[in-house]
């Protein structure tokens, strides 16, 4: 199994970003997909779901109705759109399906 995040990026208050993950080794269709994020010196908290349809099942309070969850099935890929970015966004976004998780991806809102 292989999750390999992208997107990340130095990204300015207010701004967007889109974040994807590849994923492969596993049957991609079948199954929800999440992504997480972890701040410095903060436990890692889940951001969004998405099901394996393509509804999303959950968004933290944070993010909802900034961030959105989408997966796109013939391509393995499950993104996140962020919106009207914060400082506080700023974390390592991951990948995640099971138990297992990509490298991340690091996000940086700042001036």
């Known amino acids: 199994v292989q999750l390999v995040e992208s997107g990340g990026g130095l990204v300015q208050p207010g701004g967007s970003l889109r974040l994807s993950c590849a994923a492969s080794?596993?049957?991609?269709?079948?199954?929800?997909m999440s992504w997480y994020r972890q701040a410095p010196g903060k436990e890692r908290e889940l951001v969004a779901q998405?099901?394996?349809?393509?509804?999303?099942?959950d968004y933290a309070a944070s993010v909802r109705g900034r961030f959105t969850i989408s997966r796109d099935n013939a391509k393995n890929t499950v993104y996140l759109q962020m919106n009207s970015l914060k400082p506080e966004d700023t974390a390592i976004y991951y990948c995640?399906?099971?138990?297992?998780w990509g490298k991340g991806t690091l996000v940086t809102v700042s001036s």
């Open positions: 995640n399906w099971m138990n297992y």
């Open positions: 080794g596993f049957a991609f269709r079948n199954y929800a």
């Open positions: 998405i099901n394996r349809a393509g509804v999303s099942i």
